[in-house]
């Protein structure tokens, strides 16, 4: 698997997102010989750990577009020095700084870049969550100029009802796109009815139209491990944080996950913290209350956001159990529609994760009676 490193190459954004969690911006950048340092330390990890897959190298902000000349600078240091370490990099960015320059240098090396552009929906939803236009976003430069791109939106609260209308244009423009709910919204009572009720005409339309790539919610989410008999704390944590997920701050130091940084949280002595934390233990990030739940094998959390908002690793957003719960219940049902399509040449593992889907289904039936009476 192959080790997802953030590098923060500034704090600074051009943007203010409703939805963004970085709350203390600062100007501050890293230096390139910081960056060419980390991504030293982290190639002889590589080479260390004999790890075949490589690195995920995701230039990060801020808008990483605002240090444009560090990170040409920091990739032709890479491709000029590390040969022998596969390095993916990843750029993602809000797209609005995107001129012809840039864009020159992105077309040059198309091939060795991936490009993730911030796209929310139209203009009137991309100016109330991000404060720009998506029509002048360089949108169709970038699909059909660069292979390896896609567009990611976040659906926040105040989108919420637009959500299948907008992905559904996106899909039927021919975009290649990914896009999830925003973590840490004030969800309140009644948004899981709206999310589920969007999530099913998204369903319909990916059941109708199976040449479109589904996001990866509808494609990859597998419900295969409800068949075990695992306890629940083992599903404490839901990421890699620590171990396969790791980001530095400007300075260059080391932290479990981007959203642990002093930019999210403002807090100058986070790693004293974080130094006590055994990230391997998923027993650490799960209390009481979740642990006894009967949906908590579906559920995502961010230990980071948890104690970032609540001051404490265990305690989870709960006003996004409603949001948890339509998007196993609906994932679920399309999985066992689409898989019972073909129920007669399924492979053995798509009729185990037929058999799981099932289960996901019923288990969020029964709890969606208590969970809203």
């Not at 369903?203 to 068949?227: D, G, R, T, W």
Request: with cysteine.
């Amino acid at each position: 698997m192959q080790r997802m490193v953030f590098l923060m190459l500034t704090y600074s954004c051009n943007l203010n997102c409703i939805y963004c969690y970085q709350k203390h911006k600062t100007s501050q950048s890293m230096s390139l010989e910081t960056a060419k340092t980390v991504v030293a330390n982290e190639v002889a990890l590589a080479r260390q750990t004999e790890n075949k897959e490589g690195i995920r190298l995701n230039l990060f902000g801020g808008e990483p577009f605002l240090k444009f000349e560090l990170m040409k600078d920091l990739c032709a240091w890479i491709w000029d020095n590390v040969t022998d370490v596969r390095i993916d990099i990843y750029i993602t960015t809000n797209g609005t700084l995107i001129n012809d320059e840039k864009k020159e240098w992105l077309e040059a090396n198309k091939d060795r870049i991936n490009i993730i552009m911030s796209v929310d929906g139209a203009d009137d939803v991309q100016e109330c969550n991000r404060g720009c236009d998506s029509s002048t976003l360089p949108i169709k430069w970038i699909l059909d100029t660069l292979p390896n791109r896609f567009l990611s939106m976040t659906v926040s609260r105040d989108s919420l009802s637009r959500f299948a209308d907008e992905l559904i244009n996106f899909h039927n423009l021919g975009y290649h796109i990914e896009a999830k709910p925003a973590q840490g919204e004030d969800w309140q009572p009644g948004d899981g009815k709206i999310y589920e009720e969007q999530l099913e005409r998204i369903a319909e339309y990916y059941l109708s139209h199976p040449e479109i790539n589904p996001i990866y919610l509808f494609k990859e989410l597998s419900y295969v491990h409800l068949l075990n008999d695992e306890p629940n704390e083992k599903y404490g944590k839901t990421c890699d944080a620590g171990d396969k997920l790791v980001a530095y701050d400007v300075e260059g130091r080391l932290f479990p996950c981007h959203h642990f940084l002093p930019n999210v949280n403002g807090r100058s002595d986070v790693l004293d913290f974080l130094r006590t934390v055994d990230f391997s233990d998923n027993s650490t990030f799960i209390d009481k209350e979740c642990q006894e739940c009967d949906i908590l094998k579906l559920c995502r959390t961010c230990c980071a956001r948890n104690y970032n908002e609540r001051g404490d690793l265990r305690k989870r957003d709960k006003r996004a159990c409603q949001i948890m719960l339509a998007e196993a219940k609906v994932v679920s049902s399309y999985q066992i529609r689409k898989n019972m399509a073909n129920k007669d040449s399924l492979t053995p593992q798509e009729l185990l994760q037929l058999k799981a889907a099932i289960k996901c289904y019923e288990l969020c039936c029964d709890f969606e009676k208590k969970f809203y009476r």
